[in-house]
């Protein structure tokens, strides 16, 4: 029965309507009478199992000791923490890339343990440059000035009096995945892609307030600044801004926690997280860039002849398989599903293949709604592993039709040396015939 | 039949009459604007970014070479190290000029930045890492002209100002090229690939 929860993807469902129109010879729905097969051959297998399980019933089952008893109470007044089984599931700092001070600093999702598009707030990433403040929200003050007509400040009760919005959005660091470039450095999926998380984010448009200030319109570019021991700064193109930038105060139903920039942060969708400027305390509006150290010495990416890319914000089409993943183990032949995660900066996911044999051949993946702008989209495919020496991986296709590139396609256009930022080549797990699964970047 | 289509067309026209109504209330419901007036005098304090491409931004002050070699060895040693070779927290703020060419990109100050504002609006607004914003605008320039002189940049007795720091012609000025992705053009094989 496993796989009547696979929910199919987009390209499926646009097959579903063909079938009714008796047009059955497209490769559309081939594929789909290949899914369907599958489907009925895994269903066979459960039964079997199902068989097994019933002539082996020689042991009566005891009643748990739940059963026979009260529980804890309800406390009177708590914030409800994970069951204490649950406690390895951690951020955890990078150790991969080891920092000799941990203000300036990172810590990583475990992508391994997430079990939904949503990153619970506890478990999402942290990148800092100087700590994580404790801001008083009734202190705190958002100031709007410079090519505007009335320079404007707002508290946060003013801010939270806008009409709001929410939008699911994920997050990514640009340097998510800089120490597995060409070699392996990363054991789990937490340590290569844990800069990666993803949201249901609330708060008001930034273009509210900066039609309210009155903006020139000759302005070109905003700069976001932190009210973090760094200032974190950014400067960003007005049109962005414009677009679809938000002032975010809520994230997951709640208000945001201290390293996500509580009370107020930028959220830029799809661009690198660095911009998405947390804590935020001005908003200047100018009609050229600042050109700071975190958009020139930093965040800029290695190009050949020793030139360098600027302001290139969008984190395009990724996708990473999480389970199984690297440090797990198959515990014998038979059959697994393949599950991950696929997102893009700029859209929607279309289509996710996966690949056994390290990407001499690939087999369409099945997407689980809902395929959100911007957002991470679950693929699965149910895998029948023979027992023999795998290297699997996933390639997503997102709605420009841009496909997920090969770290030696993207080595064509740029230069791979040093701390090396945007990396969003397809990533292999090698699975050895034991059954161990390992980073198998080479 | 007719009866039907008679009401149905009324009804369409009450809908369509009431949702101009409300999209007419909507259009006169008031903007919300919740912003207070605030002069750029009040946020001088808070109006510390440089645009370094020419040093708009820069404040009044200024310092030397040799005043910042003495206010590194008070405030910024520890971390960065001796001649800002790299430290105890930190590597090298010096050196690399010329190196983007090879194998291994040795990103510093010197090497790095384009303009060289960018050391006044940093340092300003992150250092020392512990007491960041706490050094005053003649310090700022001191640090700059130091760690420009380890570079090879400005002269020993140089005095950065605002006028000065924008003319320091830094070896990186032209390194940069806009965003040109998509750079990959990978196609969705899945057979022989």
């Known amino acids: 029965m496993q796989t009547t929860d696979v929910t199919r993807g987009p390209r499926s469902r646009s097959v579903s309507a063909t079938d009714n129109a008796a047009d059955t010879s497209s490769p ?79 810590s990583m999702t475990p992508l391994q343990d997430q079990l939904g598009i949503i990153t619970p707030n506890g478990l999402f990433f942290e990148r800092h440059h100087a700590g994580v403040p404790d801001i008083d929200p009734d202190k705190h003050t958002l100031v709007i000035h410079g090519m505007v007509k009335q320079p404007l400040k707002f508290s946060m009760s003013d801010l939270m009096r806008y009409p709001s919005v929410s939008k699911f959005y994920f997050l990514e660091c640009s340097g998510n995945g800089l120490t597995d470039w060409t070699k392996a450095a990363s054991t789990t999926v937490q340590q290569s892609h844990g800069l990666l998380s993803c949201a249901q984010w609330t708060g008001i448009p930034v273009s509210t307030l900066l039609d309210e200030a009155g903006m020139d319109p000759a302005a070109k570019w905003v700069l976001f600044e932190g009210a973090d021991g760094s200032g974190h700064a950014r400067s960003i193109p007005i049109q962005k801004v414009m677009a679809d930038t938000l002032l975010v105060y809520g994230q997951n139903g709640e208000r945001l926690r201290p390293e996500q920039g509580y009370p107020l942060r930028a959220f830029i969708p799809g661009w690198e997280g660095n911009v998405s400027v947390k804590w935020l305390r001005r908003i200047k509006v100018s009609d050229q860039p600042w050109n700071l150290r975190s958009e020139t010495a930093r965040y800029t990416d ?75 989209t679950r693929f699965r495919y149910v895998w029948e592993w023979d027992g023999g020496p795998a290297k699997i991986a996933s390639r997503a296709v997102d709605s420009t039709g841009y496909v997920q590139p090969t770290v030696a396609q993207i080595a064509k256009g740029r230069a791979l040396v040093g701390f090396v930022q945007h990396h969003n080549g397809i990533f292999p797990w090698s699975v050895s015939a034991s059954g161990e699964v390992k980073n198998a970047v080479a | 039949m007719r009866s039907h289509k008679f009401t149905g067309a009324l009804a369409l026209l009450l809908f369509s009459s009431l949702a101009l109504d409300s999209a007419d209330a909507q259009s006169k419901s008031p903007t919300p604007r919740f912003g207070k007036p605030i002069a750029e005098a009040d946020i001088a304090p808070w109006n510390i970014d440089i645009r370094t491409s020419d040093g708009k931004g820069l404040p009044i002050g200024k310092g030397s070479v040799a005043e910042g070699k003495a206010l590194y060895a008070a405030q910024c040693v520890a971390c960065h190290g001796e001649s800002a070779k790299g430290g105890t927290m930190y590597g090298t703020m010096v050196g690399g000029i010329g190196s983007f060419t090879t194998n291994t990109r040795v990103l510093t100050p010197g090497s790095m930045y384009p303009y060289a504002p960018i050391l006044f609006d940093y340092v300003r607004r992150t250092m020392p890492m512990t007491a960041p914003q706490s050094l005053n605008n003649d310090q700022v320039y001191a640090l700059a002209a130091y760690i420009l002189n380890l570079n090879g940049l400005v002269p020993d007795n140089a005095v950065m100002d605002a006028e000065s720091l924008p003319k320091v012609m830094m070896p990186n000025r032209n390194g940069f090229i806009p965003d040109d992705r998509p750079d990959t053009m990978a196609t969705q094989c899945m057979t022989d690939c």
């Open chain 1, 302 to 376: 290695p190009m050949p002849e020793g030139k360098w890319r600027q302001f290139s914000f969008v984190m395009e089409c990724k996708s990473v398989i999480t389970r199984p993943s690297g440090g797990m183990k198959l515990s014998g032949p038979g059959i697994y599903p393949i599950e991950g995660f696929a997102w893009s900066g700029n859209g929607t996911i279309k289509a996710v293949d996966v690949t056994f044999d390290g990407g001499k051949s690939w087999r369409e993946a099945a997407l689980e709604e809902p395929f959100l702008d911007r957002c991470l």
């Open chain 1, 28 to 106: 559309q729905s081939q594929a789909r009478r290949r899914f369907l097969r599958r489907g009925v051959a895994l269903a066979g297998a459960t039964v079997a199992s199902a068989t097994g399980i019933a002539a082996a019933r020689a042991q009566k089952l005891e009643i748990p000791q739940s059963n026979l008893e009260m529980g804890r109470i309800i406390e009177p007044n708590a914030y409800g923490m994970p069951s204490k089984f649950e406690s390895r599931v951690s951020r955890r700092r990078t150790d991969v890339f080891v920092n000799r001070q941990n203000w300036s600093d990172w």
